[in-house]
DNA sequence: CGGTTTATGGACATCGTGGTCTATTGATGG
DNA sequence: CCATCAATAGACCACGATGTCCATAAACCG
């Protein structure tokens, strides 16, 4: 074994590092954060300043996104005075891959992980079955998830009802 | 210089996309392309080279990202005439989360999605549910399959199994 | 021993994503 | 009508991931 390679210099690689195996890009995550922002209030017009604000997202950047999102049908847009942002649909309605899916984000599937240009069940690369695993979980997580999982979910500030 | 400019280029939105929901990054797709192939051959050295072209990932960045799996243990490597790498542990010991883990891919966890500092079960933000199903099913994906799994599947040549 | 083969290490160059900024358009209210 | 608010649009920049290249070190062969 030859491989005593001493690291007496830790100097780092520029392979950097994700925060992790990232499901989605941070504009996918911007948009699914926005989303539910909009999915958990009331259906009033929200401006992307005060939406930017509540998602933790840079405003100017944001507004890109919610153009996106716009243009994808998912939400409704008014200018001027009083205007802002409303989903375009109930909650229950929108999906979490539609919302991805108006970022870009295909649902998996489209490219082989091996490199080859075609790869289907019947000429599978090495890694397609195992990749075939992991997109069809998260395809089932996208399609399945919506707006109304995480509108219910943990109440941001007790709201207390007065009266 | 990137003054160059660039005009009559229809760039439509900043908001890229790729390639679907991508799991890893490309580093990382590219190190288990290449475990794949050595644990799919005989444990007999294969050179950056030979693994670069069968892997069908540019050449001498193979040999960083190669680097890397040499430096997390997961390769042997050895210098000189006849030399190259090879798996360090049989491909049945080698897990997905090790090579995505050598990668600086660590499994997901961390970041709050909602650009909350904190989220926990105590704290959840709106998004925690359903980040960590999503999360789970990534981590249950790469902790059980090994590199014995992709050997196994699909043969890209006519071998016959042992039993 | 020198020469070849291979990995190793880093210096760049490039490109896409993320992020900022400014101008314009459209709607509202007085 | 004019002032103001807010979305729309796109130019522009920063930075990290990706990709290329070259010098060096180590192992083998003659």
């Known amino acids: 074994m030859r491989t005593k390679s001493k690291p007496s210099k830790p100097r780092k690689l520029p392979i950097a590092h994700r925060d992790g195996i990232a499901p989605v890009s941070q504009s996918a995550e911007y948009a699914l954060r926005v989303m539910t922002c909009l999915a958990r209030g009331d259906q009033i017009a929200r401006t992307a300043t005060d939406l930017a604000i509540e998602a933790t997202v840079p405003v100017h950047y944001l507004s890109k996104v919610l153009r996106r999102l716009v243009a994808a049908g ?38 082989c992980a091996f490199g080859w240009g075609k790869c289907d069940a019947k000429a599978p690369c090495p890694l397609h079955p195992a990749w075939t695993v992991l997109s069809e979980a998260l395809q089932a997580w996208a399609g399945k998830t919506t707006l109304a999982d995480v509108a219910a979910a943990a109440p941001q500030k007790r709201r207390k009802r007065r009266g």
């Not at 909650?91 to 998996?108: H, K, N, T, Y």
């Open 74 to 111: 998912l939400l409704s847009s008014q200018k001027g005075h009083g205007g802002g942002f409303v989903l375009a649909r109930a909650p229950s309605q929108i999906r979490f891959a539609d919302v991805l899916g108006a970022m870009g984000e295909a649902p998996v599937g489209g490219r």
